[in-house]
């Protein structure tokens, strides 16, 4: 508290934040954080190397996750890196007994959402809250575990602008005349860059915009004529997109945040004024002490051996089965060799995952214990009534489907997509380059859908548009004028009946004009999901964007 005061104070001349500012521009090295050790070391790009685990709190990991921006479907390079962490999680959960607590930021006020929602003709909430549902169910389909709890971005917006004005008095944030808020760089010295080693001086004053430098970046977006926007000190406008996870991590953690992660993508700038805005908030030394990245490379080939792995085990399992059940008739069996050979497969898979979560080598040694199993299942032709080994093949492959188990995988369930996805992650373990703009999960993930959930969402469709018909009629059906109304003797100038009558109908227009925007604007976000409805004269007709079809007719249902 003290050291903060001091900082606070820093702009009229106070002396310690001056120390305090100083020393900070120097210092960019890592420093390995207090605490216990969880047995692992992974690779950490704030330092640039392997480093030991250390959890603040023994057994507890705090995790902190940037989540998708919510303006379109998810891609092959989200799927990529939440199941990725999916598995990290996992294998730290299952392994070595800690357990996360990950917080998850959803961004559902940005630029691409408030275009997307234009160009569809949506209110911007409307469509961040169908891309956020299809996200979720995307990851379900994925086997990828939920956070410990989600946090949008727009019921967060007091508290971001609350540490915006935090860094506004810490000296390392400035308001322009227009509105917006930027953070200063420059003021920031050498400890921008820990990640990327991107220098602030690396480009010069901004052309263009109300930004003192180049770096400087966003923490208040001044709103433009019709946006969504939110009033606050500096006038109506809306957060940037870095101070969103700075502020929803920090309101869940405080400045102590054991794993960062993202996609490499994110590294800059959005991590790395991620750590700028912790520290000077907090006025930490050190914010997020384990930034992971990940990248992969798709490609056929890895399927593809992701594939025949995954149907080597299968037959494995069920030769081993077979065996136990006395359907599958063998010599006598080794037992000392198999019981060795699982004990170190049960060593060499946690030294695997220890070292930098290296998948790879743990299916590595799954299959070497598979290759041993396999060598003395060899069925004979004659049953000379030997003792069979029941014993040590059941805790083969109870080992073996409990490792998959705990990586968010089942042999009981149907080898489809999410299991030869998850599959080539194992197989590939620490991967290259991600593959940018992807529909991975709008074209593999609709195979999953079978035909009785069509059946389904037709039956749904046609009695929605079913009712949408009845309320529209309704809203559309009004009370004809009379043709021809003879005035009251007596009462020129007074409202006639005609007269009475047209004010009548122009209430009941205004009364049920919510009625036919609601109508509206349920076949706009029906068209976000790919359903186009056709208002007919007669008829409402839906289709899919596919070119499944199916048509209800108004007076069928009336």
């Known amino acids: 508290m003290l050291l903060g005061a001091a900082v606070r104070q820093g702009r009229a001349g106070g002396g310690a934040a001056r120390r305090w500012r100083s020393g900070a521009a120097r210092r960019r090295e890592w420093v390995p954080p207090a605490g216990r050790a969880c047995g692992v070391v992974a690779y950490n790009s704030r330092s640039r190397s392997k480093e030991p685990l250390v959890l603040a709190k023994d057994g507890v990991a705090t995790w902190y996750s940037c989540g998708p921006t919510v303006y379109d479907h998810a891609h092959l390079g989200h799927a990529c890196s939440y199941v990725r962490f999916d598995i990290i999680r996992r294998i730290l959960t299952h392994f070595f007994e800690t357990e996360v607590i990950m917080v998850m930021g959803i961004t559902d006020v940005d630029d691409k959402i408030i275009k997307r929602a234009s160009e569809m003709n949506i209110s911007p909430v409307a469509l961040a809250r169908m891309y956020e549902e299809d996200f979720k169910q995307d990851m379900a389909s994925l086997k990828v575990l939920p956070p410990t709890v989600y946090m949008r971005v727009t019921e967060n917006i007091p508290q971001i602008i609350s540490f915006i004005k935090t860094i506004i008095a810490n000296g390392q944030a400035y308001a322009t005349s227009q509105g917006n808020v930027y953070f200063d760089v420059k003021s920031w010295g050498e400890r921008y860059g820990v990640l990327t080693a991107v220098s602030p001086d690396t480009e010069g004053e901004a052309v263009g915009t109300d930004k003192r430098h180049g770096r400087d970046f966003a923490l208040w977006k001044a709103a433009k004529p019709q946006e969504l926007s939110w009033s606050s000190p500096w006038g109506k406008g809306r957060p940037g997109w870095h101070i969103e996870c700075s502020t929803i991590s920090s309101a869940v953690f405080g400045k102590q945040l054991d794993i960062h992660s993202g996609g490499i993508d994110l590294a800059f700038p959005h991590h790395e004024n991620e750590i700028a805005q912790c520290e000077v908030y907090h006025q930490c030394e050190q914010w997020g002490n384990y930034f992971l990245h990940s990248a992969v490379e798709f490609s056929d080939e890895t399927m593809n051996d992701a594939k025949n792995i995954l149907q080597a085990i299968s037959s494995f399992i069920r ?44 299916v590595a040694a799954i299959m070497d214990l598979v290759h041993h199993g396999n060598r003395q299942l060899k069925a004979v032709t004659k049953d000379v009534g030997s003792p069979r080994s029941s014993v040590v093949y059941g805790s083969i492959t109870s080992y073996i489907e409990s490792f998959f188990n705990a990586l968010g995988m089942s042999f009981e369930e149907r080898q489809d997509l999410c299991w030869k996805y998850l599959m080539y992650l194992l197989v590939l373990g620490r991967a290259g380059m991600e593959r940018e703009n992807s529909s991975f999960l709008q074209t593999e993930l609709s195979v999953a859908v079978g035909a009785g959930n069509t059946a389904l969402l037709s039956n749904v469709m046609d009695e929605l548009v079913s009712f949408r018909t009845k309320v529209r009629n309704y809203a559309l059906v009004l009370p004809e004028a009379t043709e021809t ?47 186009h409805i056709k208002d007919r004269s007669t008829a409402s007709t839906w289709e899919m964007a596919d070119g499944g079809r199916a048509e209800q007719r108004a007076e069928e249902k009336s």
């Open 319 to 362: 030769d081993a089965n077979a065996y136990i059940k006395g359907q599958l008739v063998c010599d006598p069996v080794r037992e000392d060799v198999l019981w060795e050979r699982l004990a170190s497969t049960k060593v060499n898979v946690k030294a695997a995952f220890a070292d930098d979560f290296d998948t790879s080598r743990a």
């Open 485 to 531: 109304v003879q005035m009251e003797e007596g009462a020129v100038g007074a409202k006639g009946p005609k007269q009475e009558q047209k004010e009548k109908r122009r209430q009941l227009m205004q009364e049920r004009k919510p009625l036919l925007e609601a109508c509206d604007s349920l076949r706009g976000d029906l068209a976000a999901f790919g359903i």
